[in-house]
Each structure stands twice: as structure tokens, then as C-alpha cells.
């Protein structure tokens, strides 16, 4: 086994050693080829830190949110005010401010942008609120009493 290895390790060099000059036909003059040309690695610029930093800005102060509400008395003889102005994001509260008989307050609202509003059943001396996120014109009754509207437009 070692001479068979050994034997093809010979023809190993031998066929690597060997060269065989092929000239290509017309040519009678030797040329000479140009050396290899020697590969520069590329430089290496590092990187420098790309994370942002943020700086507080310590001028800038926030503007504070006012949540602005409006009262509406709900009386036995209507609302007060009937008709309202507000804009979108306010709050109106309908305070129960009835006495007599009759004293209970059901708000509903029947047209526009406030059709889904409707209020529970309450007494005297409390209230409901609804904010207004969109604008647009709101109508709305008393379910105790049917006939008293009132009527708030959003802007």
C-alpha cells in the first residue's frame, strides 16, 4: 500500500510540474506577458455610533387640555339654554333642577350627529353628561317630557 501511494505521489509532481507551452498558429515572435497585477484590500473606514440622541427641548411647554363644559338646566318648563354653540371635544351636562310631581329628567337625543345619546332615568339635583367628538347639529328631547327640545350645534 505505502509503494502504491507513494508511486502516486510521484506522478502527482511530475503532473504538476510539467508545463506545456501551446502558441497560437501565425505567431513566430515570443511575447511576453504582463505580471499579475497585485490586489489591494480596500481600506476599512470605521463606523462611527449612528443611534440619534435626542435632547429634550427644556424652552418648549405644553399646552394644557381644557376640557370645557357647558351646563343645560332641565326644568319643568323646558330647557336652559334651548339652543347651544359648542365645539368638538366639549362637554354638555343636563342638571335636573325640576320639582313637583314630575320631577324625573330622561334626555334622548333624536337628530343628527347625537342620535345615539340617551341618558338614564334621573332625579332631581343630578345630572348627565355627553361630550361631542364630531361635528355637526344635535337635537334632542326630554323622554318625561316629549315636547321639550333643545337643539346644540357643534363646530
Known sequence: MKIIIGFLLILLLIGCSTTKTVEPEGLNETQETAPAAQVTP??????????????????AQATPVVNTTHTVNVK???????????????TIVWKNVRTGRYDKAFIIGTLGVCRTMKSTIYGPGEEFSYTFNEAGKCTYTDGVYTTLTGKITIE
Open 42 to 59: 480596500p481600506e476599512v473606514t470605521p463606523v462611527q455610533n449612528t443611534t440619534p440622541t435626542v435632547t429634550p427641548n427644556t424652552t
Open 76 to 90: 319643568t318648563d323646558g330647557f336652559d339654554p334651548k339652543e347651544l354653540t359648542i365645539k368638538v371635544g366639549e
